[in-house]
């Protein structure tokens, strides 16, 4: 039996895809933002493609501070943007 692909919703494009294509941002249960990159960090997290229109589209329709139920700053975007590439 083939192994299981554990999809995830992108916030920004609604779209499923696999875990490995997408960056997880976490708030922390202290309230910090993070890019998780393990996949595992403690807190509530949201998936948005590693696709640089889908981050542009998030941040316009800010379906990530949504998801987060936090309000963004603007150098986390950049933060976001470097973890891309």
Known sequence: MPKKIPMRRCVATGEQCP???LLRIVRTPAG???VDLSGKA???GAYLKKDPA???AARKNKALERALEVK???KFWDEIEKALH
């Open 32 to 34: 910090e933002l993070t």
């Open 19 to 21: 875990k490995k294509e």
């Open 72 to 74: 963004i700053p603007e």
């Open 42 to 44: 403690n807190g509530r």
């Open 54 to 56: 889908a981050v542009a």
